[in-house]
T-cell receptor
């Protein structure tokens, strides 16, 4: 039973355009959500996070939106750059579960020059 | 930001041997470290939670006698793959959380690719 799902395994975007990566979750106890970026053969690096008490968090080119009623979050990257090409994982945690992270399956983003 | 270092980054071993992977938090104390495994083109799967000074908590389906975890200090956790077999070949990643606080943000090591011949 996948509690965190990223339904798009890959996404291709032109440089300069917006990249939108989506993530859905089923566990209503999740109260903190994170996005990680991962290059091949490297560990994930933290990108941006959002608490369940917010619906938007912005950091430079990256914005995360949270729709609690729909149990859906998305990561917007604008403008997209070729260096953004990587696999993006969304993750969720809950205070009740000791803050362990549950990861989605990842979405491979390819930004074309 | 916080730094987590893993060693070795790559290891090739013969079937039946044991391999140890180290995970260190370089500039913070980590009471809790996590070990993940990633198969090609798949997500990160949590294997176990390593708690300093106590036994690790393993996820369902993970053999604790095969994947030995030791968290002897606040800055070091080790994963030993015992009697490795080709099916153990994978990318192993550790992560750590600062002892003081937390909201769930983890810092990840660089990962260790294990190839068992």
């Amino acid at each position: 039973d996948q509690q965190v799902k990223q339904n798009s395994p890959s996404l291709s975007v032109q440089e300069g355009r917006i990249s939108i990566l989506n993530c859905d979750y089923t566990n209503s106890m999740f109260d903190y959500f994170l996005w990680y970026k991962k290059y091949p053969a490297e560990g994930p690096t933290f990108l941006i996070s959002i608490s369940s008490i917010k619906d938007k968090n912005e950091d430079g080119r990256f914005t995360v939106f949270l729709n609690k009623s729909a149990k859906h979050l998305s990561l917007h990257i604008v403008p997209s750059q070729p260096g953004d090409s990587a696999v993006y994982f969304c993750a969720a945690s809950s205070n009740n579960a000791g803050n362990m992270l549950t990861f989605g399956g990842g979405t491979r983003l390819m930004v074309k020059p | 930001g916080a730094v987590v270092s893993q060693h070795p980054s790559r290891v090739i071993c013969k079937s039946g041997t044991s391999v140890k992977i180290e995970c260190r938090s370089l500039d913070f104390q980590a009471t809790t470290m996590f070990w993940y495994r990633q198969f090609p083109k798949q997500s990160l799967m949590l294997m176990a939670t390593s708690n300093e000074g106590s036994k690790a908590t393993y996820e369902q389906g993970v053999e604790k006698d095969k994947f030995l975890i030791n968290h002897a200090s606040l800055t070091l956790s080790t994963l030993t793959v015992t009697s490795a077999h080709p099916e153990d070949s994978s990318f192993y990643i550790c992560s750590a959380r600062e002892a003081s606080g937390y909201t769930g943000e983890l810092f990840f090591g660089e990962g260790s690719r294990l190839t068992v011949l």
